[in-house]
């Protein structure tokens, strides 16, 4: 080659060499490693708000009067099996760690005590943010782990999962470990079998206990991306910088993943297998999520939903994040793709397979309108923990400029037109916005833009500027808009979930200061030409909250219990028998004599109906 023709070539790569990178936004976070402290604060400060605004919602007290039945089994084969004793129904069937820990929790605070029923969900929330950065730190160092840690500790769904004892925080822990596990694994072995793939396979064990069939979905997780490296390995010429990409040979990987599920399954199989054998085809509908729910005739009934619902309803799980979520999706795509993977963000093509498989059952399961059967609100949060991650992994790469600055301005104009979309559809269905009461969503909104145009205001009114400090701070503006979006928008919209349900929460306090129940009576009059609903979850645990060893009896009529009342002599018993009326709102006593009862709370209208607490006696005057 002549020097005239190599001549231009070589300025040109000078000219790169000689160009300085352009600098990250955020040097501090060089420092990650200093800041995992910070990681602790992030995982319970946030919970600890949302359980200062704890609610009581069906599906909580569903579980809540689950945990106390486990609570009161009189040998090891009800505590195991609820439906031993009683009719089967479809809760009986789900996985009941969760509902073992809240037992344990109610053991030793008390059964009326708040700590007894939060405790549970409140540590495996803060759990799960934790977990989520030891797995972060394994996909891409120190960093990643701390943004995935901050973006998960102020979602509003996560949040929720501090206000009651629901069993998805326990399942998206003990799954997100598992996976972790196997990653470490891969990473640091170069063995078949490890202490950290053991683990992994405890944690596996343990998912299967509290989320059933999450266990599964997590061992298709790491078999599909398993057998893809091993697929890639094929393709790719030993060597080809980049190749081994951990310890343990890819022939090894699939294996591994083997390994890891007999241990899960030796682990936390056990339970499965005794339902499935003992009610059979019936276990399994419900284990697996195909049983819906009885309703209560409160709430409608789930209905499958259009294709514009689901793009709101997706939308709406990282709502300021969801593009930055397919923007770290495709920067894991094009390091892949481009084979430009270094060793401290190895196997984060394990995020994208995650994301798949669970974005398929999250359609399945919202497409198919089994909101309410037990196992099917796992998938929304195995949802949220990888988009989550990916989001940081986008945020990840505008920190560190790998983005041309005009890219990540068009991020930020679709992420507002994508929050106002949002914010605009206010007609629609009202379970989009079951977290965002009053338009919660709009803080979001006008957080990210205020900040936005902060920065870019701040760059236009200083023109001695240089157009590269102009850019920094705009796209500083830009990261901080999105990371005080998805804070404000956690903050409002778990602070206004509690709005209702106070009505039983006042009830309560007036019939705590009764003196001790011996019995009790839900009076549930059915009007002529009137269905009357069953009454909610929320009132029966109240009550079982209140008196947890007093057996609770039903009446249809109130003529069958006035004659019983009228049998019983008075004083003694009679005086310690509370009776609960649960009634269309104006039909609280329609045909009870005078005198046969005196009140034991101030009644409260609940949804419609008048909810009222008595003893036998004198009326009040």
């Not at 992030?42 to 689950?66: C, D, I, K, N, S």
């Not at 002529?528 to 249809?556: E, F, G, H, K, N």
Request: glycine share 8%; with cysteine.
């Amino acid at each position: 080659m002549s020097p005239s023709a190599s001549s231009p070539l070589n300025d040109r790569l000078l000219r790169e060499l000689a160009t300085e990178p352009p600098k990250p936004l955020f040097p501090a976070l060089r420092q990650a490693e200093a800041m995992a402290p910070l990681v602790i604060v992030l995982a319970f400060l946030p919970t600890l708000y949302a359980l200062a605004h704890r609610t009581v919602t069906e599906a909580g007290a569903r579980q809540g009067l689950m945990s106390l039945n486990c609570l009161a089994a009189k040998n090891l084969a009800e505590f195991i099996d609820p439906a031993v004793n009683g009719p089967p129904s479809s809760l009986v069937y789900q996985p009941l760690l969760m509902n073992w820990f809240t037992a344990l929790a109610l053991n030793v605070f008390g059964v009326g005590h708040v700590a007894g029923y939060l405790a549970s969900a409140y540590l495996c929330t803060a759990g799960l943010i934790m977990s989520a950065y030891v797995f972060g730190r394994r996909l891409g160092g120190d960093r990643l782990g701390l943004l995935a840690a901050l973006l998960l500790a102020f979602n509003p769904h996560v949040l929720k999962l501090a206000q009651e004892p629901v069993p998805q925080s326990a399942a998206a822990l003990f799954a997100v470990l598992a996976l972790a596990g196997a990653v470490a694994h891969w990473q640091k072995s170069s063995s078949l079998a490890s202490i950290q793939l053991l683990l992994g396979g405890i944690a596996l064990g343990l998912c299967l206990l509290a989320g059933g069939p999450v266990a599964i979905a997590v061992v298709l997780i790491l078999m599909t991306y398993a057998t893809w490296w091993k697929i890639d390995g094929w393709r790719r010429i030993p060597t080809e910088p980049g190749f081994d990409r951990s310890q343990l040979g890819r022939s090894m990987a699939v294996r591994s993943v083997l390994i890891l599920s007999l241990t899960g399954f030796a682990v936390g199989g056990w339970r499965a297998l005794l339902m499935g054998s003992r009610y059979g085809a019936d276990f399994w509908q419900s284990w697996l999520g195909f049983r819906l729910m009885p309703s209560t005739g409160l709430v409608p009934p789930p209905t499958g939903v259009g294709f514009k619902q689901l793009i709101l309803q997706g939308n709406y799980l990282v709502l300021p994040l969801s593009i930055l979520s397919l923007v770290g999706a495709g920067v894991i795509l094009g390091e892949l793709l481009r084979r430009t993977e270094d060793p401290g963000r190895r196997h984060r093509g394990l995020l994208i397979v995650w994301i798949v498989v669970a974005t398929g059952l999250w359609i399945v399961r919202a497409a198919g309108g089994s909101a309410a059967a037990p196992v099917t609100e796992f998938w929304t949060i195995m949802l949220i923990v990888p988009l989550s991650m990916s989001a940081a992994v986008g945020l990840l790469a505008v920190i560190d400029r790998r983005i041309p600055f005009a890219g990540v301005v068009a991020i930020a104009l679709v992420t507002c037109l994508n929050v106002a979309w949002i914010v605009s559809r206010g007609n629609e269905p009202r379970a989009l916005y079951e977290l965002a009461v009053d338009r919660s969503d709009l803080w979001v909104l006008v957080s990210s833009v205020a900040v936005i145009a902060a920065a870019v205001a701040t760059s236009l009114l200083w023109p001695s500027l240089s157009i590269e400090t102009r850019r920094r701070g705009i796209l500083v503006g830009i990261v901080l808009g999105a990371i005080a979006a998805n804070c404000i928008w956690g903050g409002v919209a778990v602070r206004r979930s509690n709005s209702g349900d106070r009505e039983l929460e006042d009830l309560r306090a007036g019939l705590a200061r009764v003196a001790s129940v011996t019995r009790w009576t839900l009076v549930v009059p059915v009007q002529p030409a009137l269905v009357a609903p069953q009454p909610p979850a929320q009132l029966i645990y109240l009550l079982r909250s209140l008196w947890p060893s007093v057996v609770m009896t039903r009446v249809d009529s109130w003529e069958s219990l006035a004659a019983e009342l009228s049998a019983e002599p008075p004083g003694g018993s009679r005086e310690q028998h509370l009776i609960v009326t649960w009634s269309p709102y104006g039909r609280v006593r329609p045909t009870v004599p005078a005198g046969l009862l005196k009140a034991a709370a101030p009644p409260c209208l609940y949804r419609d109906h008048e909810v009222a607490g008595f003893f036998p006696g004198e009326s009040s005057p």
